[in-house]
């Protein structure tokens, strides 16, 4: 889905640069209410309900303390980042009222103005957190989101080994590491799909990535696989459109993989998944090396052209627009298969919307998803299931002895 200016929660904020009125709260009128009568409302209200509260389409973030301001900080592309708290007249209980779309997930902090000090903290009410490589995010969830059962752990649930690889690589330097998930009942005696993925120490630790694939393998909804989870060296630079790291997948990862593992040939068995920029480096793999993967999961990947992305964050960005502006002129399909994912609140939405027609126009098959959701690893766990699933799906990959 695409939100348009008709669509809530932004036609309030994209009429006009003001400041637009807060939605109204039920709940925070009603204790408003309460509070001209008993001061000690405030107590009650907190001890009985949870937060963000949900009336919705209306959620209402509320912090209690002393300050001089609070404010809202979230990841919604096209909203001000920062937005205002109101304090509950004669209390210390500070208020802010979105409207969300159903299905919504958005990360989010409190910041606290006191003193002259300013502080992003968690939200103290809250439990619900998201961790990613910088710390921990509060969540709000609209009605409908769910978090999917295939990404949890289930007793009786028969899980994948991991194990530890060190290459040292020609391409990138020493001590090149990866960790190898082999799937539950592996056996030498079969021969498996092969799935390289980027940032791979963060998918497993913030995607669940190893517990997915125990579910969706159970599930008979893919095959059991054996995965590469990549860990980079200096990422910003191996991610960017490098040769370097290219060389180091095809030529000396995967090889030493094919030599430690019985791995299906051909293309179609192969796959490369990256999210963020590690989706640049996946894309810039598969298209310089054409033939070598069939399956490529891409997930809000950093892509910029010359008209559309950043352009001014140095040689990183330089060599991304130099890859796609080539790409889009003369495009060539870098799998046969592509899912693209993005969540519609993060500002990397239109690039891969962008991205979406080109490879089309190459004939390969590509499945794209939009998320209500943003730039963050929850949203790509939450869409592995489509991805993988599509790309290598199950009925058609069970191989026997």
Known sequence: MRFTPDTVPFRRLIE?????PMPESAAIEELRAAVRIDPGAVYHFIAAHEFPLAEPPLYTFVYRGEADAVRLRHWIHGL????????????????????????????YKIEVIRE????????????YLARD???ANSVVTARGYEIPPWVQDEDGLARGALEAVVIDSEALGPDR???????????????????VVHDGGDYLEYARFATVLDQLIARHEIPAMVVAFSHPGDRMAEYSADEGHARYVVDELVPHLEASYPLLDGPETRGLVGASLGGVAAFHTALSHPGR??????????????DIGPHSHGPVFDRIVEMMNGFRAAPTAPAERVFVSVGVYESLAAENRALVPVLRRTGAEVRFVEARDGHNWENWRDRLRDGLAWLFPGPLWMIYE
């Open 16 to 20: 006009g640069t003001h400041e637009p």
């Open 80 to 107: 001000p980042t920062s937005q205002p708290f109101h304090r509950l007249e004669h209390t210390d209980l500070w208020y802010r009222t979105l409207e969300l779309p159903d299905a919504s997930r958005v990360e």
């Open 116 to 127: 002259g000090a300013v502080q992003w903290i968690e939200d103290p009410l809250n439990p």
């Open 133 to 135: 490589p910088f710390g």
């Open 177 to 195: 590491r990866a960790t190898v998930y082999r799937p539950p009942a592996f056996r030498d005696s079969r021969r498996y799909p092969l799935l």
């Open 293 to 306: 993967f069939g399956r490529l999961l891409l997930q809000s990947g950093s892509f910029a052209f010359t």
